[in-house]
């Protein structure tokens, strides 16, 4: 029932930000008990949780990425952000959003994620 949808510019020059949107639908982003993740595959390689906000507005993120890294919402469009800041070729990945339903009920599960969106980091 839940659908997340990124979207953003595919393609980013190093030093830039890039900055990407997940709507979604079909559940507030603002329930109780419910976090709203930012995940990313670069090519070749595994998943790579990068951070999250919460119902309750609050972010946290990967100690590898937290320099660089801002998560916010937009709870009256029901979208949360991200941006990652001084972009280089090693941040060429395709991100996903995905969703923690039992937010501080137990172990994080992202069960539900979007399709995700190639992003290409190149000058």
């Known amino acids: 029932q839940v659908h997340l949808q990124e979207s953003g510019p595919g393609l980013v020059k190093p030093s830039q930000t890039l900055s990407l949107t997940c709507t979604v639908s079909g559940q507030p982003i603002t329930a109780t008990h419910y976090a709203w993740n930012w995940i990313r595959q670069p090519p070749g390689k595994g998943l790579e949780w990068m951070g999250v906000?919460?119902?309750?507005?609050?972010?946290y993120y990967s100690p590898s990425l937290k320099s660089r890294t801002s998560i916010s919402r937009d709870t009256s469009k029901n979208q949360f952000s991200l941006q990652l800041n001084s972009v280089t070729p090693e941040d060429t990945a395709v991100y996903y959003c995905?969703?923690?339903?039992?937010?501080?009920?137990?172990?994080?599960?992202?069960?539900?994620w979007g399709e995700g969106t190639q992003v290409t980091v190149s000058s």
């Open positions: 995905a969703i923690d339903g039992k937010y501080e009920l137990g172990p994080y599960e992202f069960e539900e």
């Open positions: 906000i919460s119902y309750a507005g609050r972010s």
